[in-house]
Structure formats: C-alpha cells, structure tokens
C-alpha cells in the first residue's frame, strides 16, 4: 500500500513542475546548430524551412493515437504529424524571431471531410504546419483552442505528449 501512495505522489509532483514560460533549448543539437547557421527572418520563412526539412509520417510509427514529438526528435528524425511539424515551426520562430506562438487545435475541412489538426497561431495570423501558408482567412480552419507556447512546448518533452489535458 505504502508504494502505491508513493507513487501517486511521484507522478502528481513530477506533474506539478510545469510552467507557462517553459522554454526549451537543445545545445549541441542538430537543431540547434542548423538555426545558429542560417537567418530566418519572417514566420513564413520558419515554416518554408520545416516544411521542407520535415515529411509527414502519423504517429502510429509510436504505436499510439497521438503522440507529440519535441521540435529536436521531429528535426532529428525527419518525419512527424501536424502537431509535430507545428511544434518545431513554433520552436524555429521563437529562436529565430522571440515570438512566442501558440498551438491551435482545431478541425480543417479537406476533399469534403472534416478532421482534427493542429497549426501555429503567430502575431495574429494562423499559419498552416505542412505547407507554410497563412490560412488567417480561410474558412476551411475553424479553431477550437489555443495552448501557449510554454505549455505547448513542455507537453512534447515529457509524458504528456498529447491533446487531451
């Protein structure tokens, strides 16, 4: 009994560390050193550079539903889903520009079918992960909340790495 209450307590304070100003970094990464490398000057720029560094591999290579990589293992591994492409884009336009843009989760509307999707909220404009487009006024994009970059960021790192709060 005392080792089940022990560890609920473990997993509710390993819980508690969160923060809203969480801000990643990867020293030493491939990440890292590609963006000391290059100048990235405007939030389109950031996503043509995911956009084409990235290919789109859905999370059941984690055998899971959802899974939400760290902008360091979608760059590393070259493949992620559109969160995971969201997030990375998120991260390259906080290095690169000190903005700090959100997660939208919402559903989109493709070939007639609605479904789940996540893209960046930046500055005022939402921005499509997969192509590096501003969708700001396109109707097919009808957003349902927004996770702050912080959160956002701190949910792909650690054993919350998915939409459901």
């Not at 493949?79 to 520009?97: P, S």
């Not at 969708?135 to 949910?155: E, F, H, K, Q, S």
């Amino acid at each position: 009994m005392k080792y089940a209450v022990l560890a609920l307590v473990l997993l509710m304070v390993g819980c508690q560390f969160f923060h809203e100003d969480y801000d990643p970094s990867y020293p030493g990464s491939e990440l890292d050193a590609y963006l000391d490398s290059h100048t990235l000057a405007t939030v389109i720029e950031c996503g043509q550079m995911v956009r084409y560094n990235v290919r789109y591999l859905d999370d059941l290579i984690h055998d899971k539903n959802e899974y939400w990589q760290s902008p360091d293992q979608t760059w590393a591994w070259n493949r992620g889903d559109c969160e995971d492409y969201a997030l990375l884009w998120m991260y390259v336009v906080h290095h690169e520009l000190g903005f700090y843009p959100e997660l939208v989760v919402g559903d989109v509307y493709d070939a007639g079918i609605w479904y789940r999707h996540g893209w960046v909220f930046c500055d005022g404009e939402y921005y499509e992960p997969q192509s590096g487009m501003n969708v700001t006024n396109n109707w097919a994009y009808l957003p349902d909340y927004l996770i702050g970059y912080g959160r956002a960021m701190w949910r792909s790192e650690n054993p919350h790495r998915s939409v459901v709060e």
